[in-house]
């Protein structure tokens, strides 16, 4: 069952000045047989990005509207609480929130984008390389490719200011018709042999460097100066040529299925991309969803060693002691928030293509007109991405980490008109400049931590993206 078709005139008022007295008029129509790969193709060159979530995918082109914390007022972007809060009121003001909470019908009015980890700290240590992901970016597109178990959708927006795809006098309607069809009759162009090889791999800390660290931390854990940090290390990795970054997404859908899997180019040229293993915060409706995500073991390889590795992983005291540290968090920033938190009884393996997990699921409910922003600016960044408590853990990583994090670990997502949406971590993740490709991983120093276990847990992965490369080498 496809989406019906339905369109809608959605007024839109000032956000930092920038879409003042503007409208934007959106249509949504069927599009059974197009395909995400085919549709971020044909988008080179304008601003384009994935989304995929609980059995749910989007991908998405051109900008409508933008949201850029470098053009929020002072005030807006004062502490990470702000920020998230500026977005969310430039959101709606751009796009007036209808009266009712739950998604009203007709097209979903999506702004895609993110948070950098350490929203108060430096972006990029004098580096380009996270220029074009500052605090926080949004985007508006023109078009989104919606696929979801009842069927894939095309919404098309546009505003009186912005011509978008096609003929400027082509009705919208029209417009999103011709781009069905369009995607319908090309043939599928698949990820096989189309990334470069790898010419030098440099990490940005040795062995030598991580054990110092992990020792740090240690000695401070045992003054109780926090519960848990975790440290993060970055990998460059320099191809012979430029890669083709949808060739990579392609390669890391397939490759990652129970993840959520993200690829941002709000900026053409600029990508973060990544297969999150889990969920920071999502809001359907009166509906909300979190996971807490721990401790870590490789796949085996056999069944039975994968069943012998997970086993040891659930028998794991000082994962468990990681666990709990995530969940006893989650309830504090959730409480006067969330109502009837309710925490899976149960410890769950989430086993993706490299390494296992434990997982427990939250789920609640949220009252009406509440904000997916309002939720994740109360758990971001968590203690699995960050430690505890967090400002102790973020002043630690700030001393001891050799390279910013930019938005790895940060919060990355969508949130819609409604104020609905989904954002996960920006983990097991690259972002993609040129030839050079910057990769990211991390782990939780808890008390019985050791650097040797610990450096070998961020290798596994860092496999997540060096695989989507095809390559086989990590440092």
Request: net charge negative.
């Given at each position: 069952?496809?989406?019906?078709?339905?369109?809608?005139?959605?007024?839109?008022?000032?956000?930092?000045?920038?879409?003042?007295?503007?409208?934007v008029?959106?249509v949504?129509?069927?599009?059974?047989?197009?395909?995400?790969?085919?549709?971020?193709?044909?988008?080179?060159?304008?601003?384009?990005?994935?989304?995929?979530?609980?059995?749910?995918?989007?991908?998405?082109?051109g900008?409508?509207?933008?949201?850029?914390?470098?053009?929020?007022?002072?005030?807006?972007?004062?502490?990470?609480?702000?920020?998230?809060?500026?977005?969310r009121?430039?959101?709606r003001?751009?796009?007036?929130?209808?009266d009712?909470?739950?998604?009203?019908?007709?097209?979903?009015?999506?702004?895609?984008?993110?948070?950098?980890?350490?929203?108060?700290?430096?972006?990029?240590?004098?580096?380009?390389l996270?220029?074009?992901?500052?605090?926080?970016?949004?985007?508006?597109?023109?078009?989104q490719?919606?696929?979801t178990?009842?069927?894939?959708?095309?919404?098309?927006?546009?505003?009186?200011?912005?011509?978008g795809?096609?003929?400027?006098?082509e009705?919208?309607?029209?417009?999103?018709?011709?781009?069905?069809?369009e995607?319908e009759?090309?043939?599928?162009?698949?990820?096989e042999?189309?990334?470069?090889?790898?010419?030098?791999?440099?990490?940005?800390m040795?062995?030598?460097?991580?054990?110092?660290?992990?020792?740090?931390?240690?000695?401070?854990?045992?003054?109780?100066?926090?519960?848990?940090?975790?440290?993060?290390?970055?990998?460059d990795?320099?191809?012979?040529d430029?890669?083709?970054?949808?060739?990579?997404?392609?390669?890391?859908?397939?490759?990652?299925?129970?993840?959520?899997?993200?690829?941002?180019?709000?900026?053409?040229?600029?990508?973060?991309?990544?297969?999150?293993?889990e969920?920071?915060?999502?809001?359907?409706g009166?509906?909300?969803?979190?996971?807490?995500?721990?401790?870590?073991?490789?796949r085996?390889?056999?069944?039975?060693?994968?069943?012998?590795?997970?086993?040891r992983?659930?028998?794991?005291?000082k994962?468990?002691?990681?666990?709990?540290?995530?969940?006893?968090?989650?309830?504090?920033?959730?409480a006067?928030?969330?109502?009837?938190?309710?925490?899976?009884?149960?410890?769950?393996?989430?086993?993706?293509?490299?390494?296992q997990?434990?997982?427990v699921?939250?789920?609640?409910?949220v009252?009406?007109?509440?904000?997916?922003?309002s939720l994740?600016?109360?758990?971001?960044?968590?203690a699995?991405?960050?430690?505890?408590?967090?400002s102790?853990?973020?002043?630690?990583i700030r001393e001891?980490?050799?390279?910013?994090?930019?938005?790895?670990?940060?919060?990355?997502?969508?949130?819609?008109?409604?104020?609905?949406?989904?954002?996960?971590?920006?983990?097991?993740?690259?972002?993609?400049?040129?030839?050079m490709?910057?990769?990211?991983?991390g782990?939780?120093i808890?008390?019985g931590?050791?650097p040797?276990p610990?450096?070998?847990?961020?290798?596994?992965?860092?496999?997540?993206?060096?695989?989507?490369?095809?390559l086989?080498?990590?440092?």
């Amino acid at each position: 069952m496809t989406a019906p078709r339905s369109q809608s005139t959605i007024a839109a008022a000032a956000a930092g000045g920038s879409a003042s007295g503007s409208r934007v008029e959106s249509v949504r129509v069927p599009a059974g047989g197009a395909d995400p790969v085919r549709f971020l193709r044909r988008a080179a060159g304008r601003p384009r990005g994935f989304w995929q979530s609980q059995g749910r995918w989007s991908a998405f082109s051109g900008r409508v509207l933008e949201l850029d914390s470098r053009d929020f007022p002072d005030g807006e972007t004062g502490t990470a609480e702000d920020l998230f809060t500026g977005v969310r009121k430039a959101g709606r003001g751009i796009v007036q929130v209808p009266d009712v909470h739950d998604p009203p019908e007709g097209p979903e009015i999506r702004w895609y984008g993110g948070f950098a980890f350490d929203t108060q700290g430096p972006a990029s240590d004098g580096e380009t390389l996270w220029e074009a992901f500052p605090a926080a970016r949004f985007v508006l597109p023109e078009l989104q490719l919606l696929g979801t178990p009842d069927g894939t959708s095309l919404v098309a927006i546009k505003s009186p200011t912005s011509d978008g795809e096609g003929p400027a006098r082509e009705p919208l309607s029209a417009r999103a018709e011709r781009v069905v069809l369009e995607l319908e009759s090309e043939e599928r162009v698949g990820a096989e042999g189309d990334v470069p090889p790898a010419v030098s791999f440099h990490p940005h800390m040795s062995t030598a460097r991580w054990t110092e660290a992990v020792s740090t931390i240690l000695d401070r854990l045992e003054r109780d100066e926090f519960e848990k940090v975790v440290l993060a290390r970055a990998l460059d990795v320099t191809l012979a040529d430029v890669p083709d970054p949808i060739c990579v997404l392609d390669s890391l859908r397939a490759g990652n299925p129970n993840a959520n899997v993200f690829y941002l180019e709000i900026e053409p040229g600029a990508v973060f991309l990544g297969a999150s293993p889990e969920l920071l915060c999502s809001q359907a409706g009166s509906h909300f969803v979190a996971q807490a995500v721990a401790g870590s073991t490789p796949r085996g390889k056999s069944d039975d060693e994968d069943r012998r590795l997970g086993r040891r992983l659930l028998e794991s005291e000082k994962d468990q002691v990681e666990l709990a540290i995530c969940i006893r968090e989650l309830e504090e920033n959730l409480a006067g928030l969330v109502s009837d938190l309710r925490i899976d009884a149960e410890t769950r393996l989430l086993r993706l293509a490299d390494i296992q997990h434990l997982r427990v699921d939250v789920t609640g409910n949220v009252p009406a007109r509440a904000h997916v922003l309002s939720l994740a600016a109360a758990l971001h960044p968590t203690a699995a991405v960050c430690g505890y408590p967090r400002s102790r853990a973020l002043e630690a990583i700030r001393e001891v980490e050799t390279a910013s994090r930019g938005w790895y670990a940060g919060a990355v997502g969508w949130f819609d008109q409604a104020g609905c949406g989904e954002f996960a971590p920006g983990l097991r993740s690259a972002i993609i400049a040129g030839r050079m490709l910057r990769l990211y991983a991390g782990a939780g120093i808890v008390a019985g931590s050791e650097p040797g276990p610990e450096w070998e847990e961020t290798r596994v992965k860092l496999m997540t993206v060096i695989r989507a490369l095809g390559l086989e080498r990590t440092e």
